[in-house]
Each structure stands twice: as structure tokens, then as C-alpha cells.
């Protein structure tokens, strides 16, 4: 009976033991559960966080660059790289790059930092269609149907698009029959496809990624032969024009046809005084004699290139507010400048060997003469400009501990008296920009460690 007894007084506390137990083990899976979540939900706002501050430090990065723009030493030149910061700029404990494209190297895979020059590239309002058909992977019906689509009728041109083509698409719209006025917009015209377009570089930092050079084995399909192949859009723009008015901002002259010799006569005497500017004007020929460009001019002047830099700024064809599309072949790469007429692709790298050598007369249209003949050189100086006033600034930033990436991009115009922001965009979904070191290195990105 006392067994008994014993036997059920050690099964009871055996019971109650396992109950405890079970009890203890639930608060404890509680516990962590919170624990858990407390962590996760402390590690998204601290992301959170980071994300913010590199966004704040993109906007402050944005006015930094507007300022830079707006007090330019020569109003129309792509300020030099060394004159301003480009990488790892210091805002609070985030960090900022301003990623820009070296047109010399496109097997890097470290990014290249700097503002990036929209003249530089091929306007798509402006250049022809045998222009267009000369960029690298371009296709005759892409370069037709860009026309079409800009121009204000709707004839289609071979091998062209117009309404035809784009109202049989699910969703249908319209061609749209007036000019571009965004780069992204190219994505509607008929055969722009998303390789064309944006050919290997995926993330558009205009460096060669792992992802980009491992064939298929990762997105985008690339032909892994260790060098960028990048799209079309790293050769057009939308947003190149100057304003027809020099650095004091009064009107150019137009230095062509009736009447000519006696407007640009006083420009000429008081820059080089009465003896000079009749000497030049003597050899002018009549004085309603035409000019094709500003560079036909410097070559029938007989002027020296000096003397020319001097008042090329104020110098003009047309009457318009502002000259569109003029391609600045002082920072073009050679594959932009190989689509312009009395160029080509025979002329591209001489051009950009001549630039690498005399980097101290990059200030005027000039020394195009000394590289192409007489011909080619009155062919190619209608679509040339030695002036830039349209900047791409693409920023990149990270926060705290380096997360919270963030990427935005700025094109800034500074025809006016202050820089202005044309347009933005932001990148972030396309993923880490800045390379594979600043990945490893962006740890030590702490304020707090200091
Ligand atoms: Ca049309
Ligand atoms: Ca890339
Ligand atoms: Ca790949
Ligand atoms: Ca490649």
C-alpha cells in the first residue's frame, strides 16, 4: 500500500516535470521568436535608415554637382576631373561616387568616376539616318524608325516605322511624330530592343561586371570575351544644345552669307585691331560669301588657331535661340565620331590619337583642320562643336556600414546663368554600381568605427 503510495507521488512529480518542461521549452521558442524578430526588424529599419541617409546624400551630391556647373571657370567645358571630387564623397556617415565612363578602356571592371558629357554623344533629334546606321549594333530599321518617329509626318521610310506598325501592337499607341524628349523614350520606337539598347552592361556603370563577362552562366548573355560590348545608349542623347549666345551671353554672329563681312568686321577689330581684322577679311572673299560651318570659316580666315579660339564663341550659322545636336569632338568617343560625315570610321582614330597628343588645343573646333583634308573637314564641321553645356551626373551612395544602396542619375544643363536639373532618374532596381573593390571595401564606410 505504501509502495502504492510512493509510486504514484513519484508519477505525479514525473508529470508535472514533463509539463514544466514543456512550458519552459514554449517560453523559451517564444522568446526567441521575439528575439528573432526584434533583431530583424532592428536590422531593417538600421537598413531603412541607410537608406535614407544615401538618398539624402544623393540630393546633397545633386547640389554639390549644380554648383560646380554653375560657376564653370569657362562657361561650355566639361570641367576638369581634377577640380572636383568624383568618389567617395564624405556626407555624414554616407558615401557618395559620381560614376561617369571611360571612352578609352572597356575591359575595366573597376568603375571610371566623373560627370559624363552629353555632347559627346549622337542626338537623336538631330542626326541623320546614315549617321545613325553607322553606330556600332545599330540596325537599318532602328535608325529609320528613330527618323520617323521624331519627324512630323507619316510617310514611312524604308524600312521605317509610323503609325502602321505601332497601332498593331497590344497595347497600341502612336508614332509619335515630334521630337524626343528622353533617352528612354528610344524604348518605344519600333526594333529597340533591350540588347540593342543596352547591349552587355546590364547595370549601366559602363564597366565590365562578373555577370557581364560569364556568358550565359549569369543575365545578361554576353559573348565573354572580356571586354564591354556596350548598348546604344552609351551613344545617344537627347539633351545636347548650346545657346547661340557667347560667354557674356550676347548674340553670336552669323558668319555666313549676305551682309556677313560687316557684321563679324567689328567682333574682328576689337579683338585683333583694324590692320589684322582687314587682313583677315580680305581673304574672306566677297562679302556675302557662304560658309557651311564655324570651321569652313577658321579655314578660308587664313586665321591662326590662337586667333580663332579667341572669338569662336562668338561665332554662329543660324539665327535660332540655340544650336541642337552639335557633337563635341574634343571628348566624343571614336565610335560617336566615326558616324560623323568627312569622319567615318577611316578618320575616328586619327582624330582621337590627335586629341591624346595635343590635349593644350582642345579649346576650339580648329585643329580638326590639321587632322582631316580640306573636303572632309567642311564636311564634318556642320555637326561640330568644341563646347559641352549638358552633364550627366550618376550617383551612386551608401549609407552607414555601406548599406542602403542607392543610385540616382541628373542631367544638368547650364546654358542659363545657374545649372539646371533637365531631368532624373533613378537607377537603384539596376543593382550595385561601384564594382567589385568598393563591395569589399564599403564595411569600413562607418562613422561610427572613427
Ligand atoms: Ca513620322
Ligand atoms: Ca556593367
Ligand atoms: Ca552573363
Ligand atoms: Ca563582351
Redesign the pocket.
Known amino acids: 500500500m505504501i509502495e502504492r503510495v510512493k509510486s504514484n507521488g513519484r508519477r505525479e512529480s514525473g508529470s508535472v516535470l514533463v509539463i514544466v518542461l514543456w512550458i519552459t521549452f514554449g517560453i523559451v521558442s517564444l522568446a526567441l521568436y521575439f528575439a528573432h524578430s526584434a533583431s530583424l526588424e532592428l536590422r531593417a529599419a538600421d537598413n531603412r535608415a541607410s537608406s535614407l541617409a544615401a538618398q539624402l546624400a544623393i540630393d546633397g551630391t545633386a547640389r554639390y554637382v549644380g554648383y560646380l556647373l554653375s560657376n564653370l571657370e569657362e562657361p561650355g567645358k566639361l570641367p576638369l576631373r581634377e577640380t572636383y571630387s568624383q568618389k567617395e564623397i564624405e556626407i555624414g556617415e554616407a558615401r557618395t561616387w559620381l560614376i561617369g565612363r571611360d571612352i578609352k578602356d572597356r575591359t575595366s571592371s573597376q568603375p571610371y568616376f566623373g560627370l559624363i558629357d552629353e555632347a559627346s554623344k549622337l542626338n537623336l533629334n538631330t542626326a541623320t539616318v546614315e549617321m545613325l546606321e553607322a553606330l556600332p549594333g545599330m540596325t537599318a530599321g532602328l535608325a529609320a524608325a528613330i527618323v520617323d518617329w521624331r519627324d512630323g509626318d507619316s510617310d514611312v521610310s524604308e524600312s521605317g516605322a509610323e503609325d502602321e506598325t505601332y497601332l498593331r501592337l497590344s497595347p497600341a499607341y502612336h508614332c509619335k511624330n515630334a521630337k524626343f524628349e528622353s533617352l528612354g523614350e528610344l524604348r518605344l520606337v519600333a526594333g529597340a530592343d533591350l540588347n540593342l539598347l543596352f547591349g552587355e552592361d546590364s547595370n549601366m556603370n559602363g564597366v565590365l561586371d562578373k555577370?557581364?563577362d560569364?556568358?550565359?552562366?549569369?543575365?545578361?548573355?554576353?559573348n565573354r570575351d572580356g571586354r564591354l560590348d556596350v548598348g546604344l545608349m552609351d551613344f545617344l542623347t537627347v539633351y545636347s544644345r548650346e545657346a547661340n549666345t557667347n560667354a557674356a551671353g550676347t548674340a553670336r554672329v552669323v558668319v555666313s552669307g549676305p551682309g556677313f563681312a560687316q557684321r563679324v568686321a567689328p567682333l574682328l577689330q576689337t579683338t585683333f585691331g583694324p590692320e589684322r581684322a582687314n587682313q583677315i577679311l580680305a581673304r574672306m572673299g566677297p562679302p556675302n560669301a557662304t560658309f557651311t560651318s564655324v570651321l569652313d570659316f577658321f579655314m578660308r580666315s587664313g586665321m591662326t588657331e590662337n586667333d580663332f579660339t579667341n572669338i569662336q564663341q562668338s561665332l554662329t550659322l543660324t539665327n535660332g535661340a540655340y544650336v541642337e545636336g552639335l557633337v563635341n569632338v574634343c571628348t566624343a568617343p571614336e565610335e560617336v565620331l566615326a558616324c560623323i560625315p568627312g569622319i567615318g570610321t577611316d578618320k575616328a582614330a586619327e582624330i582621337v590619337a590627335y586629341r591624346l597628343a595635343n590635349p593644350d588645343k582642345m579649346n576650339s573646333v580648329a585643329w580638326v583642320a590639321s587632322v582631316l583634308d580640306r573636303s572632309q573637314a567642311v564636311r564634318a564641321g556642320v555637326y561640330l562643336t568644341a563646347h559641352s553645356y549638358q552633364f550627366t551626373a550618376d550617383i551612386a551612395a551608401v549609407g552607414h556600414f555601406g548599406r542602403g544602396f542607392r543610385r540616382q542619375r541628373f542631367i544638368f544643363d547650364t546654358t542659363g546663368k545657374t545649372a539646371r536639373i533637365m531631368q532624373q532618374e533613378d537607377l537603384t532596381q539596376l543593382g550595385w554600381a561601384l564594382g567589385r573593390q568598393t563591395w569589399q571595401d564599403r564595411r569600413q564606410f562607418s562613422g561610427i568605427t572613427r
Open positions: 555577370n557581364e560569364d556568358g550565359d552562366k549569369s543575365l545578361p548573355l554576353d
